[in-house]
């Protein structure tokens, strides 16, 4: 009887060392793994800030460049294009330059100003393919020499179906309800 009261105590002493060296197994794994995870997440969030440093940079460079430009796009080419079933875009940036009010209340609207003439699409599909940036529903005050602080993308989804075209797009800006100026970019659809 004494060896069996033996035997299980060595085994009880065996299985509490081995849970206890089990736990802390874990718990080193979860410290790890909570750490790895704190890294990549602060990672990743240094290169989106890196990212939108570099794009406010761009815009201000733009509007330094020429004094009299009352709106900023990225990118600056004209031209946009998009791969059948892709999406897109360009961002762009308004600067009150009117120095005869000292602010003002803008709104901006994207629409279709033109599809080629070999286009088989028709208006309303080219004015769907806008998914963001089609207008602001709240104004923006900007006191006279400032500009937007974030940019407004204006962004397109291609469905696969549409035939290759180009299609012309205007951004209409208004202040204060009354036109201040407008830009166009035209969407090539590959």
Sequence with gaps: MELKKITNKKAAMEMSVGTIVTIVLLMSVLVLGIFLVQKIFTTSTNAIDQVDTKIQTEIDNLFSTDTNSKFSTVPKEREVSIKKG??????????????????GEFSYKTSVFEIASNCQITEPQAESFIILGKENKNPVSLLSGDKLDDLVFVK???????????????????????????????????
């Excluded at 892709?86 to 602010?103: E, K, M, Q, V």
């Design 86 to 103: 892709d999406s897109g875009g360009f961002a762009f940036s308004i600067y009150n330059r009117d120095p005869l009010t000292p602010s």
């Design 156 to 190: 397109f989804q291609i469905p696969e179906t549409v035939p290759l075209c180009e299609i012309t797009y205007e951004v209409e800006v208004t202040k204060d309800g009354a036109h201040y100026t407008e830009f166009r970019k035209i969407l090539v659809i590959k």
